[in-house]
């Protein structure tokens, strides 16, 4: 792992027990990658500990085992920047033989959110394997990234739309001015002749 950017690396070691029923992943057919993703988020909000980004790497690194923990030591030293490439690299890894992966993309930006709604839902913290499948298949990660996507670019037409209304009230409101100046001035033609009409007693010859 690459570390050594963490403000504060090394940090002290922290008085928290972390290891206790810390999910493990082995790459077997009993184990699902994406809910180990979801689960190892679970046990780090369980802690409630503001841990430095090298011990949320230690403590991924640590829930690998058998042939999960080979493949991860076949990375050269240093080549893990932080916890978001360990995911992305995790993610690439198993996508294929693990298509449920694809419900939890971007994990570490959705996986926070995605665990407050679990718990008022179902009032608890702790949830069963498949309450957290079946919250998955209803609301992906990704598909939350989408939908606030989409509601961000709702609020952007409709932000240009009242623009563009106020734009043309403003052109109305511009243009009526300018009539009224336009009267006004004519007015004021007919107001200055008037008067030269009854200086010159043309108006009384009439």
Known sequence: MSRDHILGFPNKIL???????????????????????????????????????????????????????????????????????????????YKESCPSLNLVQNCCRHAYSFIENLEKFYEDDDFMDDEIMEALSENPFQQHKESLVDTYQDAQENLQQDQDLSTMENDEREGLISDLLIVDDNIREIKFQFQIMIKSGWLFQI
């Not at 077997?28 to 802690?47: E, Q, T």
């Not at 085992?65 to 932080?82: D, V």
Request: include cysteine; hydrophobic fraction near 45%; glycine fraction near 2%.
């Open 15 to 93: 008085k928290v027990d972390w290891q206790r029923n810390l999910p493990i992943f082995k790459d077997d057919d009993r184990n699902d990658a994406a809910l180990h993703l979801v689960r190892f988020h679970i046990h780090i909000c369980k802690l409630k500990v503001d841990f430095p980004e090298d011990y949320l790497m230690k403590i991924f690194m640590a829930t690998l085992e058998g042939e999960a923990r080979s493949w991860y030591e076949i990375f050269l030293l240093a080549s893990i920047y932080c916890l978001k490439d360990f995911h992305t690299m995790f993610f690439e890894r």
